[in-house]
């Protein structure tokens, strides 16, 4: 608590400085795409978003797999702490997406492997915070969403990775690849690569703010308990 007190005001101020520059360069001093035109700029939105929530999960796996080794408490409020931010940023990039694939495939949704995988993440998100609110004993209520986050998991290394594995899906390759073929062009990979920072220490500063409330719930839970009892 006492370390994550001292970090978060930097961290938010970084979070602040990384969106502002990356969206202001990439939505007013990056060209139109020639074949996207103007709704290329989703990108900035889109990919940082889609990122982070796939990664967010990852996140919540590892420290849910902790929790079920060590019995480590933070890592599973930690997890818990993550959740709805994981689901708002797949919320946010399911609409940009949609917006982005109605002017460039033509449709706002198509079943596509990685757009059903992303999808059925989501739903894990919501599951995950809804198993933790209907449990009301902690350490079971970490041990079910534990599991539960540890067989999503699976739905979330497919949304990264389905495009490798269905080659008849219509969503694109990486937009960030250490192939210089399929990665985008640097005029519009500098300023991304900034906002997907800011969006980075955007989450990281959420979580520091939701992980020390739900810690501070967890001593006052203990608290009244001791007093009950």
Request: net charge positive; glycine share 6%.
């Amino acid at each position: 608590m006492r370390l994550s007190g001292r970090v978060l005001p930097y961290v938010s101020v970084i979070a602040v400085v990384l969106l502002a520059v990356g969206l202001i360069w990439g939505f007013f001093f990056t060209p139109d795409d020639f074949r996207q035109g103007a709704s290329v700029k989703i990108i900035y939105v889109h990919v940082p978003l889609a990122f982070l929530a796939i990664n967010i999960y990852f996140m919540m796996f590892v420290t849910s797999l902790i929790w079920l080794i060590r019995r480590h408490h933070v890592s599973a409020l930690a997890a818990k702490a993550a959740a709805p931010i994981g689901a708002v940023f797949t919320l946010a990039a399911l609409i940009s997406g949609a917006l982005w694939g109605s002017t460039t495939w033509g449709t706002y949704w198509q079943w596509d492997p990685t757009l059903t995988s992303f999808l059925i993440m989501f739903i894990f998100y919501i599951g995950y915070s809804a198993l933790w609110g209907a449990v009301d004993e902690p350490d079971k209520a970490a041990d079910l969403t534990s599991i539960l986050c540890l067989i999503g998991s699976v739905f979330a290394v497919l949304s990264r990775y389905a495009v490798n594995f269905w080659s008849q899906g219509i969503h694109q390759g990486a937009s960030l690849s250490l192939d210089k073929e399929e990665n985008v062009s640097d005029v519009f990979w500098l300023p991304l690569v900034t906002v997907m920072a800011g969006v980075f220490f955007l989450f990281l500063t959420l979580l520091l703010i939701r992980t020390r409330t739900e810690i501070r719930n967890r001593r006052i839970t203990a608290l009244q308990a001791r007093e009950i009892s």
